[in-house]
């Protein structure tokens, strides 16, 4: 059984296996959480993403796919790439967000991880309300079958906290 955390802060800072970070499908940074996983983990992370791009992925990750590559500077082992889907009103994509948690933790199985940091995937500027975001994730998570002993949500502000730590005790 997985352990789930909730964290307010920065998902660079987190000692962990494996930082989930949430990407475009291009894998070549971006803003939001990608910008500051690119950023602080240097040049390395999107080094590796290039290759991705000219091997695998040349028409880039889809959503709710993800993939690995080194975490460079962060602080962490790996960072896994996953590319949440934007909010619609008009179109269920709900399964294709909490394949990014799914997927995610089916790589971190394939590399041997057992701690992972995630963060809220698709509620920047993909815009998906955090209630129902976080209800998504953490129904994922519980779900998963995987050998992940911890996964920590690691939420950049207050109202993201507040929205996941409601979906946890389950009000």
């Known amino acids: 059984m997985t352990n789930i955390t909730l964290i307010l802060g920065?998902?660079?800072?987190?000692?962990?296996d494996a930082v989930v970070n949430a990407a475009n499908s291009s894998l070549l940074g971006g803003g939001g959480v990608d910008g500051a996983i690119h950023r602080r983990g240097?040049?390395?992370?999107?080094?590796?993403?290039r290759a991705l791009r000219a091997s695998h992925y040349g028409g880039g990750l889809p959503a709710g796919q993800a993939v690995a590559t080194t975490a460079g500077r962060l602080p962490a082992r790996?960072?896994?790439?996953?590319v949440g889907p934007v909010f619609s009103a008009n179109e269920d994509r709900s399964a294709t967000?909490?394949?990014?948690?799914?997927?995610?933790?089916?790589?971190a199985d394939e590399l041997g991880v057992r701690t992972v940091a995630f963060p809220a995937v698709s509620t920047g500027v993909y815009r998906w309300p955090l209630t129902d975001a976080a209800?998504?994730?953490l129904d994922a998570v519980r779900a998963a079958d995987t050998s992940v002993t911890e996964a920590r949500f690691v939420l950049f502000d207050q109202p993201a906290y507040d929205a996941f730590e409601t979906a946890l005790r389950g009000d």
Do not use: F, K, N, P
């Open 10 to 16: 920065d998902i660079t800072d987190q000692t962990v």
């Open 78 to 82: 790996w960072v896994i790439h996953t």
């Open 135 to 137: 209800r998504i994730a």
């Open 42 to 49: 240097g040049s390395d992370i999107l080094d590796e993403c």
């Open 97 to 107: 967000l909490a394949s990014c948690y799914r997927e995610s933790l089916r790589v």
